[in-house]
Structure formats: structure tokens, C-alpha cells
């Protein structure tokens, strides 16, 4: 069969919103990618809340162009929903595209049934994390799981962002057969972030830490399934223990109000700063000495490739795919264990505390752990490497579809 163009094998990417997170910084990079290796490609996504810093611009600063679909919202209504869902499928309809890629649970599944009434040839979905543990009750997580086996039928291919979720997808939750999950590992931009060198101050000036403190960051979305308050109450224990360290938190969302009423409950102000979501997010990874991640589940934590491509040493809770990124035999301590690129602890505030106490406490471990962690991040979760697993795919779907398909670039 003779190659055609790249334009015969259009794709639309789905996600809910496009806010600040790992998913959607994903999803506009891959989308680039493929545009500039002459892919037709469009993205759909709902409107953001209030709450969330969008990542809109930073798309069409890409070329990436976006189509906003009401339905897809975190807040939207009922009836919203269903004019989404007609939207999506009369949209697939009129651009007759050979693979929708969905991403997030909502737009999973309303992406996955529009593209099947709509007679989209190829279907893919990511689990960027997924819905199955620590959200929500076990009656609502039963339904989710029955939906999201049911929307695997319909679905060509799963991609799972890491091997222990894709374990977990196929034997622990039976979502789908192994031969219809695959791996692949997320990837980012990391230059800026490997280019880190030093302290360069404006953090640690907005946070009034002194040059000889330490500060801890933590970085994300202030919602439950971060757990921020986590990071707070380990920061109390510690405090209480050394006066030589300042702790800093960046993001914003429906928990703010509690972690400042939290903060100032607990007599924090002074050594317990709140900033916001920054534009340059490169400067808090300079400033800050270590990095905590709180969260009750995860896939694979942006912020962590964040933090291992700055060369700065992280401490997470052991909680989804995060065990997936570590290095080496670990070292068992109390409440916590220690592994060449990080610290993987208990979801306790006395074990957390414990590990930031232990990396503080011992600069030469994590200034290892840090040089462990870029080497790792440099090789492993470049937004080259993702374009080309992606790229892979969708190549390889097509000729099982028996689609007119290209060749795969080998050279990005």
C-alpha cells in the first residue's frame, strides 16, 4: 500500500478543560507534535472554574487550535451535558476525523460514545490517573468502573502513563484485556528545568526565607485529591522541631480559604507562605531546597519530573504510579523510604514530617538524590520521546483499522 499525505489522517484530542496540570500540558505538546509533522489535529475542551489557571494561551501560543464544547465542564449542567455530547458527535460528524484520542474522565466518556455514534474509525483514551480510588464513595466509584469497562469495548486502544497503572487497569480494576492497554510514559518540555542552576531569588523573597533556610515547596492544585492540608500539618511537626526551615506552597484552588484558615489557625503565618500560581514556574524549582507532593492518588505527577529535571530532591506519598518513577533498592527509615532519585513516605504527617526532617538534616543525600533525579528525567520523559510514542501508535492503529496511513519519522 503507497503512503499518502499526513492529511488523511486527521485527529481530535478531547480533554474536560484545559487548566494548569500535567494532562493538558501533555496533551498540547503531543498536539504540536503531530501538527508539525503535518497531522491535521484539533483539540476540544470545556471552559475552566473560577478556581483554575488556564492553560488556553499557552496552547495558542502553540498553534494549537482549541474548539470549546459547554458539555465538557467540571460544572456544566445536566442538560449541558447532553447538548455536549451531541456537539462532539455532530462535530466528528462534520470533520470526519480517523482517531479521537480522549483524556480525563468526563471527557472519556462523552468523547468515546460521540466518536461511536458518529462512526469515528479509531478511538483512543488516556488514563492520566483515573476515578477508581480516593475521590469519591464506593457506590459512585462501582458506577465509574462499570461506565469505564463499558467505554472500553468501545475503545481501540487504553493508554495507562505508567506500568503500575496499567496493572492496576487490567488486573486489579479488569477494565480491559491486556492486549488492548499499553504504556506510555508521560513527557514534557524539561529545558527550562534542566537549565536550573542555583538560587535566584524572587521565591525566597516573596516568602521573607532567609538565605540560611531551608525552604520546602509544594506546588499543584488545592483540591482533595492533593491533599494540601497534608503538607501543612507536616510543616507544623517540623517547625516545631527547627526553626532553619520555611515552607511554601504555589497553586490555587477550592481549598485555599481552608489552608489559610488552617495556617493561621495553627500560628503558621510566619513560616508558612501561599503564592499563587506563578508564570515562571522555573523560579520556585531554583529557590526551593526540596519538593513535596501530598497526593492521595496520582498517575505520573508533573511535578515530580518537574522537580527531578531541576536537579532538587522530592519527598511523595506512595500512592498510584508515583512508585514507578523511583530509582534503585530503597532504604526503609521509619514512616518513610529512601530511593536514589526520592523519598517515598506514608500518608502521615508525622511520616512526611519525618522525611523532609531526614533530607534537611543530611545535604548530601539530597543534593545525590537531586543529580540521580535530573540524569533519570533528561533520559526518560522528554516531550520528543512522548511524540514519538504517540506518533507510533496512532501509525499502528491505522493499519490494523486498514486505514491509508505514513510511515513513522524515526528522527524528531
Not at 235 to 256: C, K, P, Q, T, Y
Not at 300 to 315: D, N, Y
Request: proline share 4%; with cysteine.
Amino acid at each position: 500500500m503507497n503512503d499518502p499525505k499526513h492529511s488523511e489522517l486527521k485527529i481530535v484530542q478531547v480533554i474536560s478543560r484545559l487548566c494548569v496540570g500535567g494532562a493538558s500540558i501533555e496533551i498540547v505538546l503531543s498536539s504540536e507534535a503531530m501538527l508539525r509533522r503535518g497531522y491535521p489535529t484539533i483539540l476540544l475542551a470545556g471552559d475552566i472554574t473560577a478556581d483554575e489557571a488556564s492553560l488556553e494561551e499557552f496552547a495558542r501560543s502553540r498553534g494549537v487550535p482549541i474548539t470549546k464544547i459547554s458539555g465538557l465542564s467540571r460544572k456544566a449542567s445536566v442538560w449541558a451535558v447532553v447538548i455536549g455530547l451531541l456537539q462532539l458527535a455532530w462535530f466528528f460528524r462534520r470533520e470526519r476525523p480517523a482517531i479521537v484520542h480522549t483524556h480525563t474522565a468526563k471527557a472519556g466518556a462523552l468523547g468515546r460514545i460521540a466518536a461511536r455514534l458518529a462512526g469515528v474509525p479509531i478511538c483512543v483514551h488516556t488514563f492520566h490517573g483515573h476515578v477508581f480510588r480516593a475521590q469519591f464513595s464506593p457506590a459512585k466509584t462501582r458506577i465509574f468502573l462499570a461506565i469505564e469497562r463499558l467505554l472500553a469495548r468501545w475503545t481501540d486502544c487504553l493508554v495507562a502513563v505508567s506500568e503500575l497503572q496499567r496493572r492496576e487497569l487490567v488486573h486489579g480494576y479488569h477494565v480491559a484485556k491486556a492486549e488492548k492497554v499499553v504504556t506510555i510514559p508521560v513527557g514534557i518540555e524539561l529545558e527550562g528545568f534542566l537549565g536550573v542552576n542555583g538560587r535566584r531569588g524572587p521565591i525566597r523573597c516573596a516568602t521573607k526565607c532567609p538565605s540560611d533556610h531551608a525552604l520546602v515547596g509544594w506546588v499543584g492544585r488545592m483540591s482533595r485529591v492533593k491533599n494540601p492540608e497534608l503538607f501543612v500539618a507536616a510543616a507544623e511537626l517540623v517547625l516545631a522541631e527547627s526553626s532553619n526551615a520555611r515552607f511554601v506552597m504555589i497553586g490555587d484552588g477550592e481549598l485555599r480559604a481552608r489552608l489559610e484558615s488552617q495556617i493561621k489557625k495553627m500560628q503558621l503565618g510566619g513560616a508558612v507562605a501561599m503564592q499563587g500560581w506563578l508564570s515562571g514556574i522555573s523560579d520556585f524549582y531554583a529557590d526551593v531546597d526540596l519538593v513535596v507532593l501530598t497526593s492521595r492518588h496520582e498517575g505520573t505527577p508533573l511535578v515530580l519530573l518537574e522537580t527531578m529535571a531541576s536537579g532538587k530532591p522530592f519527598i511523595a506519598t506512595d500512592v498510584g504510579g508515583i512508585r514507578d518513577l523511583m530509582l534503585g533498592a530503597c532504604q526503609p527509615m521509619t514512616g518513610f523510604k529512601v530511593f536514589e532519585n526520592g523519598i517515598l513516605t506514608e500518608t502521615t504527617p508525622a511520616a512526611v514530617a519525618a522525611a523532609i526532617t531526614y533530607l534537611l538534616e543530611h545535604p548530601k543525600v539530597a543534593r545525590a538524590i537531586g543529580r540521580s533525579g535530573r540524569e533519570f528525567a533528561s533520559r526518560a520523559f522528554s516531550h520528543h520521546r512522548l511524540a514519538h510514542d504517540i506518533e507510533e501508535l496512532y501509525v499502528r492503529l491505522s493499519r490494523q483499522k486498514c486505514l491509508r496511513h505514513i510511515a513513522i519519522e524515526k528522527a524528531i
